[in-house]
């Protein structure tokens, strides 16, 4: 499975953004989804999931009810919608898969990630 990130940009503070996962093969609605980003000088943190089959998503605290996942498996793609962006949420933003059903949040469990993509909101 190879995965590519794409969307980011510069963005105000308040603004909105959109991302796209897209991944080869034809066995990616075999795979639980995943969004990580990391800021500069931070480890990778974890920002939320989905499921498979769509059905399930859950979101870092940080991002809840600010964020929004949803995937296409007709289309391989996995998409991260963001609204009322925050400095803090400036970082590169790292799609990953995990075959089956996804236990834990931890970046270690997931087996594919794809190369990031820069976001940066200014104040």
């Known amino acids: 499975v190879q995965l590519q990130a794409s969307g980011g940009g510069l963005v105000q503070v308040g603004g909105s953004l959109n991302l796209s996962c897209a991944s080869s093969?034809?066995?990616?609605?075999?795979?639980?989804m995943a969004w990580f980003r990391r800021a500069p000088g931070m480890q990778r943190e974890f920002v939320g999931l989905?499921?498979?089959?769509?059905?399930?998503?859950y979101y870092a605290d940080s991002v809840k009810g600010r964020f929004t996942i949803s995937r296409d498996n007709a289309k391989n793609t996995m998409y991260l919608q963001m609204h009322s962006l925050r400095p803090e949420d400036t970082g590169v933003y790292s799609c990953?898969?995990?075959?089956?059903?996804?236990?834990?949040?931890?970046?270690?469990?997931?087996?594919?990630w794809g190369q990031g993509t820069q976001v940066t909101v200014s104040s």
């Open positions: 093969g034809s066995t990616f609605s075999s795979y639980g």
């Open positions: 990953a898969a995990k075959k089956g059903v996804i236990s834990s949040t931890e970046d270690s469990r997931f087996d594919y």
């Open positions: 989905i499921s498979w089959s769509g059905t399930v998503t």
